[in-house]
């Protein structure tokens, strides 16, 4: 038997959307694994696509420097004229960056491999774990959703992505590295949340190419289950090759084949979580 063995304080708080003067704004939430290979830009194009086509407004931020969301959009980043590099150096306003993706009717902030130089450029700015959250506050009034696509390492994007989230949401396989992964992360979640971001807390935990036949995949899930109970979605992300060939074709899945298990997979999380929403 695989224990999982983690020492975290999980915020138990009810995850409810903020108000100001009693107005529901956007929540902000952060799709990270320090693991790569994990599902994390597939999951951040097609949660954003499947809220999308329950009307809710929906942005995703394109914080890894690969730029995989922003391609798997259908964007050519190297004709990108702005991007969120010029955000975060505070050269653009969010709002002047913003690409509609107009298949599936939300928008991105996207990105091209010139984030890359962010760390150097920002190392000796004033705020520089603070820029992506100034960036979003003109923009939080205006979306259901916010989700931060961030990079597979700890890195000055990733604090960024961080100190602006209300919430974390972790995509990981059902194997043992991850397991070890998320207890890395968990760690710095739980550094944030101690000195930067005291309201950060845990959205979810997504199993991601989920196959129910695997024995190990299922011990693992059920550690899951034991360890984080409700913060473990139900719905599981299966393996789904029509998933994996969308992003080639710069369409979420929900677009390049609505019938596919990956594409109902989604959809059916997006019904989960806006369940949650309303229960909170």
Do not use: W
């Not at 993706?101 to 962010?118: K, R």
């Amino acid at each position: 038997m695989i224990r999982l063995l983690i020492a975290f304080r999980i915020n138990s708080r009810a995850c409810q959307t903020r108000k100001i003067s009693g107005v529901a704004v956007g929540k902000i939430i952060a799709v990270t694994n320090q693991k790569g290979g994990v599902g994390k830009t597939t999951s951040s194009i097609n949660i954003a696509a499947s809220l999308a086509a329950t009307k809710r407004n929906v942005l995703l931020v394109d914080l890894d420097p690969q730029g995989n969301a922003s391609s798997g959009c259908g964007i050519i980043k190297e004709e990108l004229e702005h991007h969120v590099l010029d955000v975060l150096l505070g050269d653009k306003k969010a709002r002047e960056c913003l690409v509609k993706v107009e298949s599936s009717n939300f928008y991105i902030l996207p990105t091209n491999s010139d984030l890359a130089s962010a760390e150097a450029h920002l190392l000796s700015e004033d705020n520089k774990e603070g820029r992506l959250k100034d960036a979003l506050a003109c923009l939080v009034d205006d979306f259901d959703y916010i989700f931060i696509d961030c990079p597979p390492s700890l890195s000055i994007l990733t604090v960024n992505a961080l100190v602006a989230a209300d919430s974390v949401m972790i995509p990981m396989q059902c194997e043992y590295f991850a397991l070890e992964g998320l207890r890395a992360l968990l760690g710095t979640v739980e550094q944030i949340t101690e000195h930067v971001n005291h309201n950060l807390h845990i959205e979810g935990l997504l199993r991601t190419m989920y196959d129910p036949r695997n024995r190990l995949a299922v011990e693992v899930s059920n550690q899951l289950h034991e360890h984080f109970g409700e913060k473990v979605y139900r719905t599981a992300i299966p393996r789904n090759v029509r998933l994996a060939e969308a992003p080639s074709h710069g369409e979420p899945a929900l677009v390049y084949d609505r019938l596919s298990r990956g594409a109902k997979a989604y959809l059916a999380l997006a019904g989960e979580m806006i369940r949650r929403e309303e229960k909170a």
